[in-house]
């Protein structure tokens, strides 16, 4: 099954409000991805983080990655309309069993 | 272009029939997997192909497989035997290694009636 969880399942915010998506896991993970998928659309890979502790940012995305890489978030500051989508986190498994497994997303929408 | 393509975008089929979806990419990417989408459920993985003549199973296999016979090409045939088969099933493409992102198609919607 998955091992990844993810929280929330949805949020609704207005636009110009933060929002922030966390990914959970009971073992310790190789790496984490994200993915954004648009309604109607297809999951478009966002960032990945390999080191403990790691921050990446991109414009008013923050993803950060867990000191004992068990978790991970997904922040934006100040929404826009453009951010509604569901957000995924994902985990492979590397090595010789390369297995790339998501968690159930979080759905943003937000209100202009 | 470089690309992962799926075919088709939408498909009909009446209950108890086979059906197989297209997947084909140019990326000359290793690993390739099928993905099953449902609302709330996030992505699932049924299964995934590290290399030519090799693929494993994913966490919702059954009622569904698989062949990998060309290093572009990782069709998926929906059985009879799958019992909620309506869904919207995505591929995606990577290379292998365990550090790198995934490529997605645009995705097929199968609807059985």
């Known amino acids: 099954g998955q091992q990844v969880m993810q929280i929330p399942q949805y949020q609704h915010v207005q636009e110009g409000e933060d929002f922030t998506t966390y990914c959970n896991s009971s073992?310790?993970?190789?790496?984490i991805q994200w993915y954004k998928q648009r309604p109607g659309g297809h999951p478009v890979f966002l960032i990945q983080?390999?080191?403990?502790?790691e921050v990446k940012k991109q414009k008013r995305l923050t993803f950060q990655f867990g000191e004992a890489k068990k978790n991970s978030s997904l922040h934006i500051t100040a929404t826009q309309t453009t951010d509604v989508g569901t957000y995924f986190c994902a985990e492979n498994s590397g090595g010789s069993n390369y297995k790339l497994t998501f968690g159930k997303g979080t759905l943003l929408t937000v209100n202009p | 272009d470089g690309g992962i393509t799926q075919s088709p975008k939408y498909l009909f089929r009446k209950e108890g029939q086979n059906v197989t979806l297209s997947c084909e990419q140019n990326l000359n990417h290793d690993a390739m997997y099928w993905y099953r989408q449902d609302p709330g459920q996030g992505l699932r993985l049924i299964y995934y192909s590290q290399i030519v003549n090799d693929f494993q199973k994913g966490d919702i296999a059954e009622g569904y497989s698989v062949s990998r016979e060309k290093k572009e090409s990782f069709p998926l045939t929906v059985t009879s035997a799958q019992k909620n088969p309506t869904a919207f099933y995505l591929c995606?493409?990577?290379?292998?290694?365990?550090?790198?992102?995934?490529?997605f198609g645009q995705g097929t919607r199968l609807t059985v009636v």
């Open positions: 073992t310790t993970l190789s790496n």
């Open positions: 995606a493409s990577s290379w292998d290694r365990g550090d790198t992102e995934a490529f």
């Open positions: 983080l390999v080191k403990s502790g």
